[in-house]
């Protein structure tokens, strides 16, 4: 069977992902998946969709906001939700429990699977509240003036 997209959210392996996934017709229909689970599985992982893929994308979301370098090796990608507006970002930093490695969590600006929802106080520079706090390693701070601020 060929996954499914279903677009963002969290892994069983604890990975917070743009590449979600479910393979209908077998034991990986039940839960979400992520595209690194599914290829150690053996399965082809189709691609995801982008903001090209949607008939009428957010005009506030320009192509220089789809990927935010916030400083201290913290990134911001851009999520859009199937009406082509902003969802949230896949926030990629260093893993606060080993050095040299990497982490993955999600900064929601609009409800979705339960993860908390963060308010846009400023846009430009990107400022946002609450703190963020990364569930999988721990790593926090807070993005003020386009610029991540380690707590």
């Not at 917070?16 to 839960?31: C, E, F, N, Q, S």
């Not at 699977?113 to 701070?141: F, I, M, W, Y």
Request: with cysteine.
């Amino acid at each position: 069977m060929r996954p499914l997209y279903l677009g963002t959210g969290e892994c069983d392996c604890g990975r917070v992902d743009v590449r979600i996934y479910r393979v209908p017709g077998t034991t990986l229909d039940m839960r979400a998946r992520c595209g690194a689970c599914l290829e150690n599985q053996g399965y082809e992982v189709p691609k995801p969709r982008t903001i090209a893929d949607f008939d009428s994308p957010s005009e506030a979301l320009t192509p220089r906001d789809l990927s935010i370098d916030l400083g201290h090796g913290h990134v911001f990608q851009a999520v859009t939700g199937v009406d082509g507006k902003l969802v949230g970002w896949l926030h990629t930093h260093p893993d606060a429990r080993a050095a040299g490695a990497l982490c993955q969590s999600f900064c929601a600006v609009r409800p979705l699977n339960g993860c908390p929802v963060h308010q846009v106080v400023s846009e430009d520079p990107l400022t946002l509240t609450p703190s963020l706090k990364c569930r999988v390693c721990g790593a926090h701070g807070e993005v003020l003036n386009g610029r991540w601020e380690p707590r």
